[in-house]
C-alpha cells in the first residue's frame, strides 16, 4: 500500500507529464462509441488521467477505483468527484453497467489478476471495451537504470523511483495481457506495443 508521502511525490511528480495522461486519454476516446460513456478508471491513483479522459469527453459519468485512500483523497483533490475504494478483483458495480474500463499500470499490483479481468468482464456493458496499459515485462532490465536516471535528474523523490522500478518486477509481457483478457472471455480489439518500449496498451472487447 503507498504511504501518504510517496503518493503526494507521485502525483506531485508526474504532473510534470500530462502528455502521457493526454494520449491514453485520446485512445480512450477513439475507442468509445457512446456519447454519454460510463467509465470506470481502475487503479485511479491521484486523478491525473480522469483529469484528462473527462476534458476530452465532457459528457462522460467517470469512477474511480482505487485501493488506497491517500491516492483516492488526492484523486478527489484533482477532479473533484467521489471515487471508491476497492480492489480490482471485486469492483462494487453491478452487471453489464459500464461503457469502457481503462487502467494505467496498475496490473502490476492486481495480486489475482484472472479474477481481475473476470470482474472487469461481469461489470461491462456487452460489447464494452477495456482500455489497459501496462509495464512491459520484457523491457530489458538494464535499460532500468536509464529510467532510474531520468528520473533523478527530473527530480523524482527516491521513494517514487522505487515506486516506478519495483513495479517492473511484477509486471507481464502482452502476450500474458492478451491471455488474460482470453481466459476472461474477452476479444482483442487493438495493441499498441513494441518490445523495446517500456509500455504497452491493449484494448479488448466483451463477447
Given amino acids: ?10 502525483a506531485s511528480y508526474m504532473k510534470k507529464y500530462p502528455n502521457l495522461y493526454e494520449y491514453l486519454a485520446q485512445v480512450v476516446q477513439k475507442h ?3 456519447k454519454k460513456s ?3 478508471d481502475l487503479g485511479v491513483g491521484p486523478g491525473l488521467l480522469a483529469t484528462e479522459i473527462l476534458k476530452k469527453m ?3 459519468s467517470l469512477v474511480g ?9 488526492l484523486a478527489k483533490q484533482n477532479v473533484g468527484f467521489e471515487n471508491i475504494q476497492s480492489i480490482s478483483e471485486s469492483i462494487p458495480l453491478l452487471n453489464n453497467s459500464v461503457d469502457i474500463i481503462v487502467s494505467r499500470f496498475s496490473l502490476a499490483y492486481w495480486k489475482k489478476p484472472n479474477d481481475s479481468f473476470a470482474e472487469m468482464h461481469r461489470v461491462l456493458k456487452p460489447d464494452g471495451k477495456v482500455v ?3 509495464l512491459n515485462r520484457d523491457y530489458p532490465n ?10 533523478k535528474l527530473n527530480r523524482a523523490e527516491a521513494e517514487v523511483v522505487k515506486y516506478h522500478i519495483d513495479a517492473f518486477k511484477d509486471a507481464y509481457t502482452i502476450d500474458q495481457v492478451k491471455q488474460f483478457f482470453n481466459n476472461a472471455r474477452f ?8 518490445k523495446k518500449d517500456w509500455k504497452f496498451i491493449v484494448v479488448a472487447k466483451k463477447k
Fill in 1 to 10: 500500500m503507498v504511504d501518504e508521502v510517496t503518493a503526494e511525490a507521485f
Fill in 32 to 34: 468509445s462509441s457512446v
Fill in 38 to 40: 460510463i467509465i470506470v
Fill in 58 to 60: 465532457p459528457n462522460a
Fill in 65 to 73: 477505483i482505487d485501493q488506497s485512500l491517500t491516492m483516492l483523497k
Fill in 132 to 134: 489497459l496499459e501496462a
Fill in 142 to 151: 538494464w535499460r532500468l537504470f536509464f529510467i532510474k536516471l531520468h528520473m
Fill in 187 to 194: 476479444s482483442i480489439v487493438e495493441s499498441i506495443s513494441n
